[in-house]
């Protein structure tokens, strides 16, 4: 199985100030031929089901703020939060869906400062 | 809009048997793959089992495989899991959860879950 390391476990940002989440994969989960990366976020508010933020490591799910960004490729991704709101305080997932078992990080708690 | 809606939750024993529904609309089921994931409380997500469009293709976790049976109605728009032999570890909240595409495609969709607590 794909194990999906995220650090840290959980940061404290400034309201405005930016969040980063790092999401590290034991096996790359870019599929070379159709130069894709298996790779979602996901943001999980208390008492939510997750909702999807991004897939293909930085493709955008509609509706989603442009303050949010994904990045990376290959074995090493980020979600990025430009100015944190209010509104973002959230436990954040990545998942990995380039093989069967599917697999999550064990999740960022995102906090205000 | 969509909507996924989980149902059959409940206080069961060791080695009893539940059965999860999720009633789907909104969307085209029909060509829907469709996910069920758990999260046990304060951990978490962990990816059950998934099935294809038509129902041909089923995949399990390891951790459920020959207890859980996933299956779906496409003519009434439902998901269903049958799990049996159940477990303290099945102990979370079972989430159904639509695919963007393909089994290899991230979650897009998500019901709001049902709690399935395995305890004597």
């Known amino acids: 199985d794909i194990v999906m390391t995220q650090s840290p476990d959980s940061l404290a940002v400034s309201l405005g100030e930016r969040a980063t989440i790092n999401c590290k994969s034991s096996?790359?989960?870019?599929?070379?031929?159709?130069?894709?990366?298996?790779l979602a976020w996901y943001q999980q508010k208390p008492g939510q089901p997750p909702k999807l933020l991004f897939y293909?490591?930085?493709t955008r799910e509609s509706g989603v703020p442009d303050r949010f960004s994904g990045s990376g490729s290959g074995t090493d991704f980020t979600l990025t939060i430009s100015s944190l709101q209010a509104e973002d305080v959230a436990v954040y997932y990545c998942?990995?869906?380039?093989?069967?078992?599917?697999?999550f990080g064990q999740g960022t708690k995102v906090e205000i400062k | 809009q969509v909507q996924l809606v989980e149902s059959g939750g409940g206080l069961v024993k060791p080695g009893g048997s539940l059965r999860l529904s999720c009633a789907a609309s909104?969307?085209?089921?029909?060509?829907?793959?469709m996910s069920w994931i758990r999260q046990s409380p304060g951990e978490g997500l962990e990816w059950v089992s998934y099935?294809?469009?038509?129902?041909?293709?089923?995949y399990y976790a390891d951790s459920v495989k020959g207890r859980f049976t996933i299956s779906r109605d496409n003519a009434k728009n439902s998901l269903f899991l049958q799990m049996n032999s159940l477990r303290a570890e099945d102990t979370a909240v079972y989430y159904c959860?639509?695919?963007?595409?393909?089994?290899?495609?991230?979650?897009?969709?998500w019901g709001q879950g049902t709690l399935v607590t395995v305890s004597s």
């Open positions: 909104g969307f085209t089921f029909s060509d829907s793959y």
């Open positions: 998942h990995q869906y380039y093989t069967t078992p599917d697999t």
């Open positions: 096996q790359s989960v870019l599929y070379s031929s159709k130069n894709k990366n298996y």
């Open positions: 959860a639509s695919h963007n595409g393909s089994g290899s495609s991230p979650r897009q969709y």
């Open positions: 293909w490591a930085s």
């Open positions: 099935i294809s469009s038509g129902g041909s293709r089923i």
